[in-house]
């Protein structure tokens, strides 16, 4: 109950805090417009690139990375945003 009480008493501190933070929007100032090209690059900083390894086969998996040519593959999935590459190990293909 005594931790409930200071962390009532403690709010209104925090939330003045929060309130006096300054305004960082600048004035003025126009978004940048891309070009199709730009559009088809933009990520917003994620991706992923995944390889599985089993005894069987070798799975590669790309979310918004480079495209990877698999030769040999028994799946070969290629979009612009996911990529699937899988190879049987021991396959007489492989």
């Known amino acids: 109950m005594k931790k409930l009480l200071c962390g009532l008493a403690v709010l209104p501190f925090l939330s003045a805090t929060a309130l006096a933070q300054p305004d960082v929007r600048m004035s003025g100032s126009?978004?940048?417009?891309?070009?199709?090209?730009?559009?088809?690059?933009?990520?917003?900083?994620?991706?992923?690139?995944?390889?599985?390894?089993?005894?069987?086969?070798?799975?590669?998996?790309?979310?918004?990375?480079?495209?990877?040519?698999?030769?040999?593959?028994?799946?070969?999935?290629?979009?612009?945003?996911?990529?699937v590459d899988s190879i049987i190990l021991g396959f007489p293909g492989s």
């Open 30 to 83: 126009q978004p940048v417009l891309l070009n199709e090209a730009q559009m088809d690059t933009v990520t917003a900083g994620w991706s992923l690139r995944e390889l599985d390894v089993s005894n069987t086969s070798v799975t590669f998996v790309s979310v918004y990375g480079p495209p990877v040519s698999c030769t040999g593959c028994y799946l070969d999935l290629d979009s612009r945003a996911l990529q």
